[in-house]
């Protein structure tokens, strides 16, 4: 069966092509044959297939651009999310490098187009600049930084190697972490002294026992304090080299880095795209009978 | 006793199965069916149905409602319930509550916003969920969006912890999020977050509108800094052959069927 692309579906046009590519040699044999049918009855069919025959050199240009596109589908595969695990909202730590990755290879590939002269190398060069378009709207939200921070394989040590040709960018970045750190690091020490006050002592327990209440207080487990260092040991402390998950990295390491575990929760929530809603819709929601109960509520 | 007997006698299977009716499991599940498998209400009005479930277990059929008006309130109510078990859901989060939405039109013309949450409960597992689906009245405004979405969020006592918007790129939704914070600050609620932060965009659009870049070159800004591009696209003629192949011709869906 032959796909054809639509503007609904994300990535139509890289399966419809995938599709031609596979079937190419049936197409071909397909167009010959009715083209022949149609000038043996004369109808002008015949013209309108040769106009639109495809021959060897547009196969290698859809070649081409299966090619440019793969990355492309691969992508929002990778983080469109829902994965039942540690990913399942789809990763939003993926999302800059996933940008510099694609801006990179759109450069690669303008100067090799454009050393062959190809009029591949404009396309390109348009989607470049699209793609930049939203890369520095990202710029506006700290959170893409953040989330590349909160990441114990790569930390700011990424974004410090990738982008080391444009040190006001690495500098926008680290104060943007600081920025957030900050906010964090003030939240947390309003709230810890009531936090442990109501884990460690029980009403009940200190009526019954009045000497354990000083004794909780003075021997009792002391909340780790939130200090200045602790952003500066996390991004000192070496790259982690397993491929560990970055929840499950800061779930081991809460205790100690309190603060930037509680951004971890936030920041690592956050989905990397709206597909869900996409879900709800493309699902069963609106069907007619459902309507009546939707209206009213 | 009585049961020690059947048993005894083995006539247990008999026993079994002139166990009382539960009449609770039987609601639910008569609830379920009706809303998983998108049967209209009334189907409990049907005289055949009711026949046939008069068949299965002649004392059934008093629990069934004679009107779908019933099962109606009675699917509110497990929507009232449903609400009542997420809004705990997202108290308990030990994150920042994210919102995704979007906004769909159904085929008689009403616009509804689907919105989404997403948090991470306290055993650090990610957790999404529909929360809400109302009909936009008037005009598609992002002002029309951002009191629509507050009054959500009161309703589930979220405001204080809303975290970030994962949405599309339509500027309405720009708007959207700064007058959410307005709408916000009206109610008394600061927000932590500024709107300018809170606004992330939804990757697979971003990807999307590259790609459709790539191969179309549409975007009039573009072409305007550079009229070289213009002539560009079109020379994608290949594309555009093939994709008039697919229309043009019907029979092409039998190529599969001759090259094999």
């Excluded at chain 1, 070496?238 to 800061?250: C, F, G, K, N, S």
């Excluded at chain 2, 319930?81 to 995704?100: G, M, P, V």
Aim: glycine fraction near 2%; hydrophobic fraction near 45%.
């Amino acid at each position: 069966m032959l796909h054809q692309d639509n503007d609904i579906w994300w990535n139509s046009t890289y399966d419809m092509i995938q599709c031609a590519l596979q079937l190419q040699e049936a197409i071909d044999r397909y167009i010959v044959a009715a083209m022949a049918e149609s000038r043996k009855s004369k109808s002008k069919a015949a013209e309108r297939l040769e106009a639109d025959q495809l021959h060897p050199p547009d196969w290698d240009e859809l070649k081409v651009l299966y090619n440019l596109l793969s990355p492309f589908k691969e992508l929002t595969i990778e983080l469109q999310g829902n994965i039942v695990g540690a990913r399942m909202n789809g990763a939003i730590f993926d999302v800059l490098p996933a940008m510099d990755m694609l801006l990179n290879t759109f450069e690669d590939a303008k100067l090799a187009y454009k050393a062959q002269k190809s009029h591949f190398a404009s396309c390109i060069n348009l989607a470049w600049m699209k793609l930049d378009e939203y890369y520095n709207l990202s710029d506006n939200s700290p959170v893409y930084v953040v989330a590349v921070m909160l990441d114990p394989r790569l930390k700011l040590q990424y974004i410090e190697s990738r982008w080391s040709t444009r040190p006001e960018w690495i500098e926008m970045a680290q104060e943007k972490v600081r920025t957030m750190f900050n906010h964090y690091r003030n939240k947390c020490r309003s709230s810890v002294p009531l936090a442990s006050i109501s884990k460690s002592v029980s009403i009940s327990s200190a009526l019954m026992h009045p000497e354990s209440t000083l004794r909780n207080w003075k021997y009792g487990p002391i909340a780790p304090v939130p200090h200045r260092q602790e952003l500066d040991e996390y991004s000192r402390a070496p790259l982690e080299t397993e491929d560990v998950a970055p929840i499950d990295y800061w779930k081991a390491n809460k205790a100690k880095y309190p603060i930037l575990a509680s951004m971890a929760w936030d920041i690592l929530s956050i989905p990397a795209m709206s597909s869900e809603v996409e879900r709800v819709f493309s699902g069963y929601i609106l069907k007619m009978e459902s309507l009546t109960l939707v209206r009213n509520s | 006793m009585l049961r020690q007997i059947l048993m005894k006698w083995q006539l247990a299977p008999i026993f079994n199965k002139l166990a009382p009716l539960h009449v609770d499991t039987f609601h639910k599940y008569l609830v379920d069916w009706l809303l998983t498998d998108r049967i209209a209400f009334r189907q409990v009005e049907s005289p055949i149905w009711r026949k046939f479930i008069a068949t299965l277990r002649p004392e059934a059929i008093s629990h069934v409602p004679k009107s779908g008006d019933t099962i109606r309130s009675w699917a509110m109510n497990r929507f009232d319930i449903a609400c009542t078990e997420i809004k705990q859901h997202l108290q308990a989060s030990i994150s920042n509550i994210h919102i995704s939405c979007d906004m769909w039109s159904s085929p008689n013309g009403d616009a509804f916003l689907g919105i989404v949450a997403h948090w991470m409960d306290i055993h650090h597992i990610l957790h999404t969920a529909l929360i809400a689906l109302p009909r936009i009245m008037g005009a598609h405004t992002g002002e029309n969006i951002a009191i629509v979405l507050v009054d959500i969020l009161e309703k589930y006592n979220i405001c204080e912890k809303l975290g970030y918007m994962m949405l599309d790129n339509a500027t309405n939704n720009d708007t959207a999020v700064e007058s959410l914070d307005s709408e916000l600050i009206w109610r008394g609620i600061i927000p932590v977050i500024s709107s300018e932060e809170r606004r992330l965009r939804c990757f697979g659009h971003i990807l999307n509108l590259v790609v459709k870049a790539l191969l179309f070159g549409k975007d009039e800004t573009v072409l305007e800094t550079s009229k070289d591009e213009i002539t560009a696209w079109r020379k994608l003629a290949p594309l555009a052959s093939y994709t008039i192949l697919c229309v043009q011709s019907d029979h092409l869906r039998n190529v599969e069927i001759t090259s094999t």
